[in-house]
Nanobody, 119 residues
Framework: QVQLVESGGGLVQPGGSLRLSCAASGSIFSIYAMRWYRQAPGKQRELVAFISTNGSTNYADSVKGRFTISRDNAKNTVYLQMNSLKPEDTAVYYC?????????????WGQGTQVTVSS
């Protein structure tokens, strides 16, 4: 059974930094694209950052220049480095990965980690 487990969320002051991690485990043959999404209270889930198998990245306009997505393929882990955090970055952050596993090929989600930016 494939699982994605996020960590690294918490409370941070405006202007601060956090680093989120998302580790995949299970009978995994290969991991393709990996993404970070976020969902703020009362809002739809939105795509924050994307990283392809070969390391190409893309970001939402609202986080460009502040957030950096990266991956460690040996550890089946994706990261989101968040700098210059703003109150509007407050949300539950979810990782998503396209995984070829023993069970199937599909998209898997983590359970989410809360990020709160407040003074």
């Amino acid at each position: 059974q494939v699982q994605l487990v996020e960590s690294g969320g918490g409370l941070v002051q405006p202007g601060g930094s956090l680093r989120l991690s998302c580790a995949a485990s299970g009978s995994i043959f290969s991991i393709y694209a990996m993404r970070w999404y976020r969902q703020a209270p009362g809002k739809q889930r939105e795509l924050v950052a994307f990283i392809s198998t070969n390391g190409s990245t893309n970001y939402a306009d609202s986080v460009k220049g502040r957030f950096t997505i990266s991956r460690d393929n040996a550890k089946n882990t994706v990261y989101l480095q968040m700098n210059s955090l703003k109150p509007e970055d407050t949300a539950v952050y979810y990782c998503n990965a396209h995984i070829w596993a023993r069970e199937n090929l599909g998209h898997y989600w983590g359970q989410g980690t809360q990020v709160t930016v407040s003074s």
